[in-house]
Structure formats: structure tokens, C-alpha cells
């Protein structure tokens, strides 16, 4: 099983990006916790960022015709992008959706996500750790 771990606009940036909001570790620290939690489950992990919605769609496309569970933050893109919820509605394999923040506590347009209704599951406000968790009940859902 391969899981597909696909973050959206700003996410590269992590580290460097309001450090009070999503902390000191950078883009880097997050594709290595995943590679390593993915390396000690036995299960393909491949992590990728894009500021650009389309490359998104296209990854979107990619992981339905695979068969993959995804792990997504679709970053501001989760508040108003309909394509991309209509895109992670072809998926046929479980979505995690993963927020950083607890989007819950800051502004009230962050309170609605359009990816929510048709996700597995929602983890917010857990910093890197929401990706770790993701990736362990994907591994569990698929051998139990
Ligand atoms: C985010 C929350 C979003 O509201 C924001 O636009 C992001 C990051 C998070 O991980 O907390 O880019 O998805």
C-alpha cells in the first residue's frame, strides 16, 4: 500500500511561517517523520507540497486511479476550494484530512472546511503529530 501525504499553499514554508501559529519544525521535519513513521509501519509513504491548486488536482487524480489512501492539508485551499473537494470525492481509499492548527480556535473563516464532509477523518490542532496519527490508522484500517 502506498499513502499519499499531499500538502497545499504555504505548507513549504513551514519553519519559517508564523512560527507562534505552526511551530519551529520545517517541511523537511514533517516529510521525515512521515518517511520514518511510514518506514516503521512497512508502508510506502510518498509526501509532496504544492502552491499551485491544479498540480494539486492532478495529484488528487493520481491517488484515485491508484487506489490510495490520502493524508491531505489542503492548507486556505480546504476554506473555498470546491475543485478540490470535488477531486478528493473521486477518491476510493480513505482520507485523513490534517490541519496543524486547531483552525477551531482562529478566525471564523477558517471554521468551515469544504474536504470535512466527504473525509474518513478530520485531525486539527496536533502540529506534525496529526500526520504521524493519520498515517498509523491508514496502516491499521488496511491490516487490521
Ligand atoms: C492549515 C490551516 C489553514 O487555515 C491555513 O490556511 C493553512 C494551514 C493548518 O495546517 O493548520 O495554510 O491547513
New binding site residues.
Given amino acids: 500500500m502506498k499513502v499519499f501525504v499531499l500538502n497545499?499553499?504555504?505548507?513549504g514554508r513551514l519553519g519559517s511561517r508564523e512560527p507562534l501559529i505552526?511551530g519551529n519544525e520545517t517541511y523537511a521535519d514533517l516529510v521525515r517523520l512521515c518517511e520514518e513513521t511510514g518506514a516503521e509501519l512497512g508502508v510506502e509513504v510518498e509526501v509532496r507540497q504544492t502552491d499551485h491548486e491544479g498540480e494539486m488536482l492532478g495529484w488528487l487524480h493520481e491517488a484515485a486511479d491508484a487506489g490510495s489512501p490520502v493524508v491531505l492539508?489542503?492548507?486556505?485551499w480546504?476554506?473555498y476550494s470546491i475543485a478540490v473537494r470535488d477531486a478528493c470525492s473521486q477518491l476510493t481509499e480513505p482520507l485523513v484530512e490534517?490541519?496543524?492548527?486547531n483552525?477551531h480556535k482562529?478566525e471564523e473563516f477558517?471554521h468551515h472546511s469544504h474536504i470535512s464532509g466527504i473525509a474518513t477523518g478530520v485531525i486539527?490542532g496536533l502540529g506534525l503529530t496529526g500526520y504521524e496519527l493519520a498515517l498509523r490508522f491508514l496502516a491499521k484500517k488496511a491490516r487490521p
Fill in positions: 497545499g499553499p504555504n505548507l505552526y492539508n489542503a492548507g486556505a480546504t476554506h490534517v490541519h496543524i492548527s483552525v482562529r477558517r486539527v
